[in-house]
């Protein structure tokens, strides 16, 4: 089945630039999503079509897909990013068919 | 604004059944724009989709979790339901509620998401 491969952890200095990366198989040919979860929160929808900004989601959050490599990229870290990441994909022709990487520790140093 | 509340048992023996219910409250259960499912996130583990099912009552699984688990939804009292049987102790996690965003692509993503409810399977 399809896999998607995120880095366990990313550390960056506050006021730093992030890029949580997210790798698959032509993944580029898919649209990625990601999710921002931290301890004893429920997750929350950061970037949804690789690249749209849910509603109340600072500009600091950005996405992109191409080739074998999606990034979520946040600008001017703030200690309170501190959270887990995680991209996901719909393929239906992988079992399951929604899938999630599995989640990079971003931490500002 | 739209609120997902998990409620259900923190406590079940293996080999019984988990019951778990979402009641959605702040938004219509019945929108055709949505679907609604649960994830679970073991301890110490990644995201793992449980399932999805429209009002209408279609219903998606995960193939590796299908031959266990039954979602429901009743609309008249806007929650939906998951029942999942055989448990074993790989079956331990948080558990999430969630609003999944019907696309024209298929492609869709999980805009709500219930603060999650710790199951934890042990005799």
């Known amino acids: 089945s399809y896999v998607l491969t995120q880095p366990p952890s990313v550390s960056v200095a506050p006021g730093q630039t992030a890029r949580i990366t997210c790798a698959g198989d032509?993944?580029?040919?898919?649209?990625v999503h990601w999710y921002q979860k931290k301890p004893g929160q429920a997750p929350v929808l950061v970037v949804y079509?690789?690249?749209d900004r849910p509603s109340g989601i600072p500009e600091r959050f950005s996405g992109s897909n191409s080739g074998n490599t999606a990034t979520l990229t946040i600008s001017r870290v703030e200690a309170g990013d501190e959270a887990d990441y995680f991209c996901?994909?719909?393929?239906?022709?992988?079992?399951?068919?929604?899938?999630f990487g599995g989640g990079t520790k971003m931490t500002a140093l | 604004q739209l609120q997902l509340q998990e409620s259900g048992p923190g406590l079940v023996k293996p080999s019984e059944t988990l019951s778990l219910t979402c009641t959605v409250s702040?938004?219509?259960?019945?929108?055709?724009?949505?679907?609604w499912g649960w994830i679970r996130q073991p301890p110490g583990k990644g995201l793992e989709w449980i399932g999805s099912?429209?009002?209408?009552?279609?219903?998606f699984y995960n193939p590796s979790l299908a031959s266990r688990v039954i979602i429901s939804v009743d609309t008249s009292k806007s929650q939906f339901s998951l029942k999942v049987k055989s448990l074993t102790a790989a079956d331990t996690a948080v558990y999430h509620c969630?609003?999944?965003?019907?696309?024209?692509?298929?492609?869709?993503?999980?805009?709500?998401w219930g603060q999650g409810t710790q199951v934890i399977v042990s005799s």
């Open positions: 969630v609003r999944e965003r019907n696309t024209v692509t298929s492609e869709n993503w999980f805009d709500a």
């Open positions: 702040g938004g219509s259960i019945s929108s055709g724009d949505y679907y």
């Open positions: 099912i429209y009002f209408s009552g279609t219903t």
């Open positions: 032509n993944i580029g040919s898919k649209t």
């Open positions: 079509d690789d690249s």
């Open positions: 996901q994909v719909w393929d239906r022709t992988s079992d399951p068919y929604v899938l």
